[in-house]
């Protein structure tokens, strides 16, 4: 498979995944994300930058991994993010936020793109 979009509960700056389990709910389990998570060469989580105010994009996933170091780029109402070795590049934004505003509600620390773009 070439690529997989799927949602997050969180998300971690070396590109680990958990989007299974809601700490307090009862869950079935993990349905088939792992599934499209293995073997995809590309895997993009759409997902809303926050939760209640909350980072959901951390130094690491404090909820259990569906898939560690899986995730290509992440993309949410803020921002595009692509995962590399160094961290989370920022290379698209919203222009309703600024990067700072961005960076304010992300605990992990971005990179930003020298090519930075707007996403509009």
Not at 45 to 65: F, Q, S
Request: charged share 20%; net charge negative; proline share 6%.
């Amino acid at each position: 498979m070439d690529a997989t979009i799927l949602g997050g509960l969180e998300v971690d700056e070396e590109g680990s995944l958990a989007n299974w389990i809601i700490p307090g709910k009862k869950m079935p389990g993990m349905g088939g994300a792992m599934d499209l998570l293995v073997g995809a060469k590309n895997v993009i989580v759409a997902m809303e930058h926050t939760a209640k105010g909350n980072p959901k994009i951390l130094k690491k996933c404090r909820l259990p991994y569906t898939a560690v170091k899986c995730i290509t780029k992440i993309i949410t109402e803020m921002g595009v993010m692509v995962v590399t070795p160094e961290g989370l590049l920022l290379t698209e934004y919203n222009p309703e936020f600024t990067v700072e505003e961005i960076q304010a509600v992300t605990e992990a620390q971005l990179i930003i793109s020298p090519d930075l773009k707007s996403m509009v």
